[in-house]
């Protein structure tokens, strides 16, 4: 065997696998040298955009490397094993507690982690699926005879996770359309929606087209008439999977929570304004009167008599110690320092795209750090075209078309996270700029690019 066979000749590129390279579909009949099968996996994930120019994604991006140092030291801990690791299950309760103390739950024992009821998931989406389960069940529970087909009152800019939930545990899906120039749910919109085998209404805080908020007392007030009036009793859960970590520090005076008594229950994504890398999540519920035991499992096979309510089950418990990490790092000063400076990156950069003639700005940062446009209807391009303009000096700004009944409309959102500066905004705003006068100058059928998907 030659040496260029062996791999010996150098530690670069000049080892067999080099010239014939990795098989890719199937595991190879040799081993390698664990520093060759970094390079080859490091070198072709280069071709990756970079995370930190993705605005399309409200996943964080950036966390301080000392919180990196913890996740990297407790990958190998299972969150499952709670026996086996009872400080990791501790400080997951930590974290369950304080996400609903943030949230303003009631009956809380500042002593006590455990009056607190919630769980840890794998991020939001898997929260969402929890929450929607209770409510069937509590649905379920009110039942006499045999029950109707049970239903769920939300709009068509929820997250592609609600319609998952409806359709993998058969609850019928109602959506509410948005139309031009509202692209939220109305109090009117959900009392016409609602009837006896309604489970539950879901409302935004932040949703995933535009950043706004929907209106969470406005709702219930309406459902508190309903109810008053010998009509349907229906709970609230907010998806606060965008907005949770946001509107505690930046809107503290805003009643959407638990402050709000027809709220039952809240999903939030720790990934996303958390400030914690994926994934991770937590739903919490006002008290356990609404979460039904009967969802609760218990086992004993890994130490313990151990409770779990989750989709999965084992999964790293290093995401619940970078959340904690950032708790107690942080603090609320913290959080809402970061939350005011992103607010305030969003807003800068809003007002000036709005200078541009084509721009019509939809949210400004105000509401979350999100900010959303739309070109003009006499516009010659589109907002694909500038998406793709983008790419070329490397910025991932989604364009995507709005939800029913405004799938004419066309949107571009960034998302402001940790990690993006004002400097970075400005730098964002010229290359924009540029790519709005390169535009001009072609005609009005010499678009860069074709429909892209929709990111989340």
Same mark, same amino acid.
């Given at each position: 065997?030659?040496?260029?066979d062996?791999g010996?000749?150098t530690?670069?590129?000049?080892?067999?696998?080099?010239?014939s390279?990795?098989?890719?579909l199937?595991?190879?009949?040799?081993s390698?040298d664990?520093?060759v099968?970094?390079?080859?996996?490091?070198d072709?994930?280069m071709?990756d955009?970079?995370?930190?120019?993705?605005?399309?994604?409200?996943v964080?991006?950036w966390?301080?490397?000392?919180a990196?140092?913890?996740?990297a030291?407790?990958?190998?801990?299972n969150?499952?094993?709670k026996?086996?690791?009872?400080? #990791?299950?501790a400080? %997951?309760e930590r974290? +369950?507690?304080i996400v =609903? *103390?943030?949230?303003?739950?009631p009956?809380l /024992?500042?002593?006590?982690?455990?009056s607190?009821?919630?769980t840890s998931?794998?991020?939001?989406?898997?929260a969402?699926m929890l929450?929607?389960l209770?409510?069937k069940?509590?649905?379920k529970?009110k039942?006499?005879g045999?029950?109707g087909?049970?239903?769920l009152?939300m709009?068509s800019?929820v997250?592609?996770?609600?319609?998952?939930?409806?359709?993998y545990?058969e609850v019928?899906p109602?959506y509410?359309?948005?139309?031009?120039?509202?692209y939220v749910?109305?109090?009117?919109?959900?009392i016409?929606a609602?009837?006896?085998?309604?489970?539950?209404?879901?409302?935004?805080?932040?949703? #995933?087209?535009?950043g %706004?908020?929907?209106p +969470?007392?406005?709702? =219930? *007030?309406?459902?508190?008439?309903?109810?008053? /009036?010998?009509?349907?009793?229906?709970?609230?859960h907010v998806?606060a999977?965008?907005g949770?970590?946001?509107?505690?520090f930046?809107?503290?005076e805003l009643?959407?929570?638990?402050?709000?008594?027809?709220?039952v229950?809240?999903n939030?994504?720790?990934h996303k304004y958390?400030?914690?890398y994926p994934g991770?999540?937590f739903?919490v519920w006002?008290?356990?009167?609404?979460l039904?035991?009967d969802?609760?499992?218990?086992?004993n096979?890994?130490?313990g008599d151990?409770?779990?309510?989750?989709?999965?089950?084992?999964?790293?418990g290093?995401?619940?110690?970078g959340?904690?990490?950032?708790f107690?790092?942080?603090g609320?000063q913290?959080?809402t320092?970061?939350m005011?400076?992103l607010s305030a990156?969003?807003?800068?950069?809003?007002g000036q795209?709005?200078?541009e003639?084509e721009i019509?700005i939809?949210?400004?940062?105000?509401?979350?750090?999100?900010?959303?446009f739309?070109l003009?209807?006499?516009c010659?391009f589109?907002a694909f075209?500038i998406?793709h303009?983008l790419?070329?000096y490397?910025w991932?700004?989604p364009?995507?078309?709005?939800?029913?009944?405004v799938?004419n409309?066309?949107?571009?959102?960034?998302?402001?996270?940790?990690?993006f500066?004002?400097?970075?905004?400005?730098?964002?705003?010229?290359?924009?700029?540029q790519?709005i006068?390169d535009l001009?100058?072609?005609?009005?059928?010499?678009?860069l690019?074709?429909?892209q998907h929709?990111?989340?």
């Amino acid at each position: 065997m030659s040496d260029l066979d062996r791999g010996t000749i150098t530690p670069a590129y000049t080892g067999r696998f080099a010239v014939s390279g990795v098989p890719a579909l199937k595991m190879p009949e040799e081993s390698m040298d664990p520093g060759v099968a970094y390079r080859f996996i490091h070198d072709e994930l280069m071709l990756d955009g970079n995370s930190r120019l993705n605005l399309a994604t409200f996943v964080t991006t950036w966390m301080d490397p000392e919180a990196e140092k913890l996740m990297a030291e407790t990958f190998d801990k299972n969150m499952i094993d709670k026996d086996e690791y009872p400080l #990791t299950a501790a400080i %997951e309760e930590r974290c +369950v507690a304080i996400v =609903a *103390d943030l949230f303003n739950a009631p009956d809380l /024992d500042p002593s006590d982690a455990s009056s607190a009821t919630g769980t840890s998931t794998i991020g939001s989406s898997e929260a969402v699926m929890l929450g929607g389960l209770a409510l069937k069940w509590l649905w379920k529970a009110k039942q006499s005879g045999t029950p109707g087909t049970p239903n769920l009152i939300m709009g068509s800019n929820v997250q592609v996770v609600w319609e998952k939930f409806c359709r993998y545990f058969e609850v019928e899906p109602r959506y509410l359309p948005m139309e031009e120039g509202r692209y939220v749910i109305t109090p009117e919109q959900v009392i016409d929606a609602v009837d006896e085998n309604t489970i539950g209404v879901v409302v935004i805080a932040g949703t #995933t087209y535009t950043g %706004e908020l929907e209106p +969470v007392k406005a709702i =219930a *007030d309406a459902l508190d008439k309903v109810a008053a /009036d010998g009509g349907v009793d229906v709970p609230i859960h907010v998806d606060a999977a965008s907005g949770g970590f946001v509107l505690p520090f930046l809107h503290p005076e805003l009643e959407w929570d638990f402050r709000v008594p027809r709220v039952v229950s809240i999903n939030v994504s720790g990934h996303k304004y958390g400030l914690t890398y994926p994934g991770v999540g937590f739903v919490v519920w006002r008290n356990k009167e609404w979460l039904p035991e009967d969802l609760v499992f218990r086992v004993n096979y890994l130490g313990g008599d151990m409770p779990t309510f989750t989709l999965n089950f084992s999964r790293p418990g290093n995401q619940v110690i970078g959340q904690y990490y950032n708790f107690i790092r942080l603090g609320r000063q913290g959080y809402t320092d970061i939350m005011k400076s992103l607010s305030a990156t969003g807003q800068w950069f809003a007002g000036q795209i709005a200078e541009e003639d084509e721009i019509e700005i939809i949210t400004d940062g105000s509401a979350i750090p999100v900010v959303t446009f739309r070109l003009h209807e006499s516009c010659e391009f589109t907002a694909f075209d500038i998406s793709h303009g983008l790419r070329a000096y490397g910025w991932q700004v989604p364009a995507y078309t709005m939800p029913d009944n405004v799938t004419n409309l066309a949107v571009l959102r960034v998302v402001v996270r940790e990690g993006f500066s004002r400097d970075m905004a400005r730098v964002l705003h010229q290359h924009l700029v540029q790519v709005i006068a390169d535009l001009r100058k072609l005609n009005a059928t010499g678009h860069l690019s074709e429909k892209q998907h929709f990111a989340h």
